[in-house]
């Protein structure tokens, strides 16, 4: 029931809740500590996955570091999208919101 505008909108929003829910999912699973150690950082796990292993902790933290920086491109995108829709009378396909977010991913 949204209007036509927000129909290809709709396609980011998905994306930024999926990438969000995902963000949220290997951060409870980690649940790090950092404490720094002399010149380097100790990555203290107190999640479930150090029930697993230390390499799935690490795994996690690497999702996790990856999803919020995809994160911050889409919200970027989404503005862009946003000040696009103002000046331009002719709406993007949803196709073409779709290759920018699977371009980001790769990028």
Known sequence: RSPPSLWSYAVLLANIACIDLAAAIASL??????????ETLAFIYNGP???ISGFFCNCLVTIDAIVLTHTNFLIAVSFAYRLYVLIHPKIPARRHILCMC???SVF
């Open 29 to 38: 699973l980690a649940i790090i500590r950092v404490v720094p150690v002399s």
């Open 49 to 51: 996955c150090g029930f």
């Open 102 to 104: 699977l371009m980001i």
